[in-house]
């Protein structure tokens, strides 16, 4: 069984216009979305059969969206393909204008540097300042020569800044490996936004954090979609924070898309199809 809401069906009728401001249907049906996927569909050597298969999926600027489903459902796979990480095997794939499926390897540096990428495990530099992990943010790709030339005055400043609307610029001069769960978490936003992305991926960006600094977390990432117009895309595994905290609801069970529409129509019950008959020997990885 699969969940696709009237919003879902038309899955910009649940995207907010930066600001919160309510839209129009009409003006919803002019909106162009950021990201478009179309029967997208990824195999991988080592696995018998696709790991994701006819996914269809828009991001609009100004949303929030959540993508839910069991370990090996393809939900990581799906955000490797936005970036050109995962073997697309047919369909189509467009983000910010690049068409994923046929870019050179240029062309993907590009891409790679207009996407923002939140993880579970922050994958700062524990050694290095608060600030300068921020700074390496907007390094893209010409880091080594940056590193060794030093930061700018603007450089500093726009990462100082960053820092302060996240609220954390009191420890911008304490190395990262000094911070709590959530602050480290907070220190991997600024350095996303350091990179001034057209896309937020964050891969379970709350899994190891407790339930307060978790709510914390998603409610700083859906402002930063609100705020800046920026469609964000997190995978989570909590049902309640999924419908406490995002605007649209995707789902994933076995590589298909079972559940989409706006967090509004769904609830717990509706997304239990998801975790039906769970197979414990599924590949984690997917």
Do not use: C
Request: aromatic residues 2%; glycine residues 10%; negative net charge.
């Amino acid at each position: 069984m699969s969940i696709v809401t009237k919003q879902g069906a038309d899955a910009a009728a649940s995207a907010p216009q930066p600001g919160g401001v309510p839209v129009t249907t009409a003006e919803l049906r002019q909106a162009l979305p950021l990201v478009t996927v179309r029967d997208l569909r990824v195999s991988y050597e080592k696995t018998a059969g696709p790991v994701l298969d006819g996914v269809d999926l828009d991001l609009f600027p100004g949303e929030m969206v959540a993508l839910l489903g069991a370990s090996g459902s393809g939900k990581s796979t799906l955000m490797k393909s936005l970036t050109g990480f995962a073997p697309i095997s047919g369909g189509s794939v467009r983000v910010a204008g690049h068409d994923v499926t046929n870019l050179a390897r240029g062309e993907l540096r590009t891409l790679r540097s207009e996407v923002g990428q939140v993880f579970q495990q922050f994958n700062l530099i524990p050694r290095l300042s608060v600030l300068t992990n921020v700074l390496t943010g907007g390094l893209h790709g010409a880091g080594a020569i940056n590193m060794v030339g030093g930061f700018s005055t603007a450089q500093r400043t726009r990462a100082l800044e960053l820092l302060d609307r996240v609220g954390i610029a009191h420890k911008a001069t304490q190395s990262a490996r000094s911070l709590s769960g959530g602050q480290q978490q907070r220190v991997a936003i600024a350095r996303a936004l350091m990179q001034q992305p057209r896309l937020i991926l964050a891969d379970e960006p709350v899994a190891s954090l407790d339930p307060k600094l978790a709510g914390s977390v998603l409610r700083l990432l859906r402002e930063i979609a609100v705020e800046d117009g920026i469609p964000v895309l997190v995978s989570l595994h909590v049902l309640p924070l999924a419908l406490e905290h995002s605007d649209r609801i995707v789902g994933l069970r076995h590589g298909e898309m079972l559940v989409s529409g706006a967090t509004a129509d769904l609830d717990a019950d509706a997304l239990a199809v998801l975790y039906d008959e769970e197979d414990d020997d599924v590949d984690d990885e997917r």
